[in-house]
């Protein structure tokens, strides 16, 4: 009889360890999904703060909607096929400058380059003040 409650209790013990367990991982992927949903609104609303080392300047042109030529123009770097596999860590390395200056030209250069090429207003949506719409183009 003593043998079957000390299973019983194991059993029971082991249930709780992996409910709980199970809770805290629930708990670390709603965080991880509201995290990356956080980034995607970020990155849809033009926060250049999201720019990583990590990044290629075609990743960077792509996601923010602006021409490889005036990111590489800025950087004083050649528009090629070389550069478009390095990333911004690995151009800032070559041109012996810290990534975070590399980095911080890329977000004023997207920035400028917004202010003078705003995005279009999909349908519906209401442009904030200040603000003027791009005539005659889509996304």
């Known amino acids: 009889m003593q043998n079957i409650s000390i299973k019983y209790f194991l059993v029971s013990l082991l249930f709780v360890l992996a409910i709980g367990g199970t809770i805290l991982e629930a708990r670390a992927t709603l ?29 960077v042109s792509y996601v923010y909607n602006v021409p490889a030529t005036t990111l590489c123009q800025s950087l004083q770097v050649p528009n090629d096929h070389q550069i478009h596999h390095k990333t911004l860590a690995i151009i800032a390395n070559e041109k012996h400058r810290p990534v975070s200056a590399v980095i911080a030209t890329l977000q004023a250069t997207i920035t400028n380059y917004r202010k003078l090429h705003p995005l279009p207003t999909p349908p519906g949506q209401v442009r904030p003040a200040g603000i003027p719409e791009q005539k005659g183009k889509s996304l």
């Open 31 to 59: 965080g991880a999904v509201q995290n990356v949903h956080q980034q995607q609104f970020q990155v849809k609303h033009q926060d250049v703060h999201l720019v990583r080392s990590w990044m290629t300047i075609p990743y």
